[in-house]
């Protein structure tokens, strides 16, 4: 089904080997604040409810204001939707004993400063297992118990944020590029929870994430592969670039990402399976069928909370 919207109708066209745009956080680019202890404000904590298999929400009091605020750009909306959907996934799901996979991104931040808090108000023995290089930094920041999967190959809970939601729980995520680390964390892990702005809540993959479904490649091949997955699947395939450095994104796994910008709604558990199998591609940032449950922070101060009917 060709959809219409804002993708390109370059169908079958690869731009892989040519300079791309400004790339993913994980290079400095993407828009994205992911920031560290003391680059977000704290805020007074919120309610929120949900309901099995539907959205449900709740909608909360605002935080304290005086008479010098300003009305909230969007941005400021969104970052505080992020820090809702964090703290409720923590409240609701960490517990004590707990093995825990820590996502990457800006909106892990928040889940992460609230476990830190828990630990220290209830004495909780967590261990953490990072996705990324900036996951490993936000666990150490925090104080909080640095493990790998050597140790702990079995996890009890994930949290993560993702790009995008779709109305059957489908993501896309590596929006920083931490897609592969991400997905492995989160597939060995019991129950995988996600935590989202409502910015991030789509009917269909591709109707509010422009920026494509990442692709992490060896390098050596990211001609081949950025060829093979226009041919099979059309629109354009982008070699994601650096921002503060010459050259491309280079992964904490040391590859390259593709950005496919995808331009029909598609099969994606058949479409993830057949790009997987391309030779040279290391993961997908399609996550099928893996989460359990999202918590979206919302902009009126409530978080909707949306899982699988069968859950
Ligand atoms: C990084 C990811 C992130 O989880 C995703 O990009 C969401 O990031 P943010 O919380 O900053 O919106 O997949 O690879």
Request: net charge positive.
């Amino acid at each position: 089904m060709q959809r219409p919207g804002p993708f390109s109708t370059l169908y079958g066209r690869v731009l892989a080997p040519l300079p791309g745009r400004a790339g993913g956080a994980a290079s400095g680019g993407g828009g994205n604040s992911w920031g560290l202890p003391g680059s977000h404000v704290q805020l007074p904590g919120r309610a929120l409810s949900g309901t099995r298999g539907s959205a449900g929400s709740t909608s909360t009091s605002g935080g304290a204001c005086s008479s010098v605020c300003s009305v909230p750009s969007t941005m400021s909306k969104a970052e505080e939707a992020k820090k809702l959907a964090g703290r409720a996934a923590v409240e609701n799901h960490v517990r004590n004993n707990q093995v825990l996979g820590i996502g990457s991104g800006s909106t892990i931040v928040h889940a992460v400063q609230r476990i830190a808090e828990r630990v220290k108000q209830e004495n909780l023995n967590l261990v953490c297992i990072p996705t990324s290089f900036q996951a490993r930094q936000l666990i150490l920041q925090y104080g909080l118990t640095l493990s790998d999967l050597d140790r702990h190959p079995e996890i009890d809970l994930a949290i993560d944020g993702a790009d995008e939601v779709d109305a059957d729980l489908n993501l896309i995520k590596g929006g920083g590029g931490c897609l592969t680390q991400e997905k492995i964390v989160a597939g060995y892990a019991s129950r995988f929870i996600v935590i989202a702005d409502f910015r991030k809540d789509s009917k269909n993959l591709g109707d509010q994430w422009h920026k494509g479904i990442p692709i992490e490649v060896i390098p050596m091949a990211y001609v081949p592969v950025s060829r093979a997955v226009g041919q099979k699947f059309g629109g354009v395939v982008e070699l994601r670039m650096a921002v503060n450095k010459a050259g491309p994104v280079v992964t904490d796994n040391g590859n390259f990402i593709l950005d496919w910008k995808f331009d029909r709604v598609h099969k994606w558990s058949e479409v993830n399976t057949a790009i997987k199998m391309i030779p040279g591609v290391v993961d997908t940032g399609l996550f099928i069928n893996m989460a359990e449950r999202v918590y979206f922070g919302m902009q009126d101060g409530s978080v909707n909370m949306r899982e699988k009917p069968f859950c």
